[in-house]
């Protein structure tokens, strides 16, 4: 065998390194999902506060697009998609600065 082909084996310092994610990034983009997760549960222990499940009731335009269970599921989306990604980004540029803390 040549050793054109064979190569060392990288020392452990040369091994490149695998970042994890600070815990204040990761529990800031759990929130969302968090939120969207209690808003299903929501719904399923009281479907009753869901009209469009319940058939029975009749109701206007506000009560089929504002139901506290469907809004909290929106609110997470909403989150996890627009205000999350800034914070971990703000959060990880804070790391970098200070890799003190």
């Known amino acids: 065998m040549g050793s054109e082909i064979a190569t060392s084996i990288p020392n452990e310092r040369e091994q490149e ?10 529990a800031v983009q759990l929130l969302g999902p968090l939120t969207m997760v209690g808003g299903v549960v929501w719904g399923v222990a009281q479907p009753y506060r869901i009209l469009l499940i319940d058939h029975g009731r009749g109701g206007d335009l506000y009560d089929y697009l504002f139901q506290g269970p469907l809004l909290v599921i929106l609110v997470g989306l909403a989150y996890t998609v627009f205000v999350a990604p800034g914070l971990v980004s703000d959060l990880e540029a804070v790391e970098r600065r200070d890799p003190a803390s």
């Open 17 to 26: 390194r695998v970042e994890r994610r600070p815990w204040r990034a990761l």
